[in-house]
């Protein structure tokens, strides 16, 4: 293994069952488990609570209205979904095809910086391979950041962008002997589907039925719910998936939300789809509107298209004017659809004898994909404490503090994108660059940067930038070009990486995928045995 300097941390990630975590006394207080919500929230969370409590005799249901439909929208994820389906035993040549769905490299951001050779770049999802060109891109960066004339644009130094770029599919040929870590598009609608038909399969009970009250017991806690069709449903732990309606955790229960609308503007999406050809893209694509940002996300069936916007700033018809010059569909009759975001989270995500997941616990915008992720890990989370019997106040604080911590952490990384944006267009691109509302986390991070300092450390260590590896944080830093406008020749040893090389291993290692259109049309068996170690710094 090439070993990358004191800095470096590894992240070993197996995609396999955890048998260690398995000794599970659960508390007699989780008999009866209801989930209320049917959206992807309420699907994953009973997937992996049926993969983990069934066996042991605990019953769940999902119940959902009838006259309240999903949000629907939600098409881009992280890789850690693979991880989902993985520890689910279910192989992608089963869902991905059910649900439309298409390997993702990482996001390319287009238009949201002006300054020159850094208005576009990409966000890759790091893999193994990038450890042998991973120095030299924190090398280069670095060295730009002290003025240094050298290319520090991610594009030129991961995998993923490489494969991004020629269309081609994340999943390298069986004799190619590492593993690469890439996320997925798919149609929100088919998924959830998709997930309630497996969980019905594995044991959940489902329940159409619409909840007009939740009935507390004299502790506070929540006792049973009531059905508009006249049934009283109880249970000793609930589950609240109702969406931004949040229903039982908030509406219930009283739990405080906390807005992030200080540090996050945009409150407002319009969405609609467009045909796909026959060469089919693999990464999302992010481009600055005026008053907001764009996503284009390629399906099997289709593109995926929405404006997500601030509505201090622009009105519903002026975004769907906007989007819809950008697509070249003014004069197109097709409907779009509006919709309206919550951004915040709320202050405990598990309170009482109920937990909420998905937008019914928070929500930060959809930049770079990550709601999924944030159900899958408040559901595994809380499966893990229940299986250590680990369910008492002490527990549920630092339950509700780890969860907070990711929604922090995230949030300041979709924050980093408005505020070293260098447009000047609108009042919008200048408010975002302007906010001072910033993390004290955010604060040392970007002070460290501007004073020329290596964040590579900090941020692996976790101290600062959580949530995100110090391959995200110097992409986004570095692909925004937050260097010094004045650069100088660089010295021999600023100098030391030839890129062309670069560029050569990076050319030859892409010979070893294919179109993604090839392989999504007959998608391979899971890759066994690969090495997925990878540097997390
Ligand atoms: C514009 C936009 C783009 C997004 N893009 C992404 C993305 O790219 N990637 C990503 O990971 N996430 C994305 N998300 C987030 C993602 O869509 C959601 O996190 C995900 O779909 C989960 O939603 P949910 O299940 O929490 O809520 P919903 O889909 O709203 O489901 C709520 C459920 O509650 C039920 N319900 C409501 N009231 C009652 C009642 N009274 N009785 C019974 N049932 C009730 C409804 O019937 C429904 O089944 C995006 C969100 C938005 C707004």
């Known amino acids: 293994m090439k070993t990358i300097g004191p800095t470096a941390t590894v992240f070993n990630h197996s995609y396999a069952p955890d048998a260690s975590k398995r000794p599970a006394k659960i508390p007699p207080t989780f008999r009866k488990i209801v989930i209320v919500g049917g959206g992807t929230a309420g699907w994953m969370t009973a997937m992996i609570f049926a993969d983990a409590f069934l066996r042991k005799g605990i019953e769940i249901f999902v119940l959902e209205s009838p006259a ?183 509406k219930a229960l009283g739990t405080p939300f906390v807005s992030f609308s200080e540090n996050l503007f945009n409150d407002s999406a319009v969405a609609m789809p467009t045909p796909i050809g026959d060469d089919i893209p693999s990464q999302t694509i992010s481009v600055a509107m005026k008053h907001g940002w764009k996503w284009i996300i390629p399906l099997t069936s289709r593109y995926g298209n929405g404006y997500v916007y601030s509505s201090a700033f622009c009105s519903p018809d002026e975004a769907e004017k906007e989007l819809r010059a950008s697509l070249g569909m003014l004069d197109d009759p097709a409907p779009a659809r509006h919709l309206k975001m919550r951004v915040g989270r709320v202050t405990k995500h598990w309170n009482r004898n109920c937990l909420a997941v998905g937008l019914a616990q928070g929500f930060i915008e959809p930049l770079e994909a990550t709601a999924l992720l944030f159900i899958q890990r408040t559901a595994q989370a809380f499966v893990d404490f229940v299986e250590a019997g680990d369910v008492g106040e002490a527990a549920k604080e630092r339950y509700n503090a780890r969860i907070n911590e990711h929604f922090e952490g995230t949030r300041d990384y979709i924050v980093t994108h408005y505020k070293t944006n260098s447009r000047t267009d609108t009042d919008y691109w200048r408010a975002c660059s302007a906010n001072g509302n910033l993390s004290d986390s955010l604060k040392e991070l970007y002070s460290i940067w501007l004073s020329g300092h290596s964040i590579a450390q900090p941020v692996a260590e976790q101290r600062i930038g959580k949530g995100y590896p110090v391959a995200s944080w110097y992409s986004i830093m570095a692909g925004m070009g937050c260097f010094p406008p004045r650069l100088r020749k660089p010295t021999a040893a600023e100098a030391h990486y030839d890129v062309d090389e670069i560029d050569n291993l990076l050319e030859r290692s892409s010979m070893n995928f294919r179109p993604q259109k090839d392989v999504v049309k007959r998608i391979p068996p899971k890759a066994k045995e690969k090495s997925l170690q990878i540097y997390f710094w």
């Open 68 to 250: 309240v439909g999903i949000i629907g929208v939600g098409e881009g994820s992280t890789p850690w979904l693979r991880g989902f389906f993985d520890k689910l035993g279910i192989e992608e040549s089963e869902w991905m095809p059910e649900c439309n769905a298409t390997y993702k490299c990482g996001i390319t951001f287009d238009g949201w910086s002006t300054r020159p050779g850094y208005t576009s770049y990409f966000h890759p999802f790091a893999s193994m391979l990038d450890n042998l060109t991973m120095t030299q891109f924190v090398h280069n960066a670095q060295a730009r950041l002290n003025g240094a004339d050298v290319c520090a644009l991610p594009n030129r130094f991961f995998i993923a962008a490489r494969l991004a770029e020629k269309h081609m599919a994340p999943r390298p040929e069986r004799t190619f002997p590492f593993d690469v870590w890439y996320g997925y598009h798919f149609d929100a609608v088919l998924l959830g589907q998709y997930l309630h038909k497996k969980a019905v399969e594995r044991g959940v009970v489902y329940k159409p039925c619409h909840v007009e009250h939740v009935q507390l017991d004299g502790n506070g806690d929540i006792a049973s719910i009531r059905t508009k069709e006249g049934e009283t449903i109880a249970a000793d732990f609930f589950v609240d998936c109702t969406g931004f309606a949040g229903l039982l955790l908030q």
